[in-house]
């Protein structure tokens, strides 16, 4: 069963992080679940910002 999960505060400490050139390290029980998501939204920054992908492209 899939679940939408509210990222709205990991979007923020990812942010956060970028702005203050920290380095973002993530740990939950196995790994996996968290750090792809990481991967994922960062992929989504970057579309973003470099070749224009708007919101609704990216939620598709």
Do not use: H
């Given at each position: 069963?899939l679940?939408?999960k ?14 203050l ?13 968290r750090?792809s998501?990481?991967l ?9 910002g ?11």
């Open positions: 069963m679940q939408k509210n990222l709205t505060i990991f979007k923020l400490v990812m942010e956060i992080n970028r702005i050139s920290f380095v973002c390290k993530l740990s939950c029980q196995s790994g996996k679940d750090a998501m990481a994922t939204l960062e992929e989504e920054r970057i579309l973003k470099t070749r224009g992908i708007s919101n609704q492209q990216v939620d598709k």
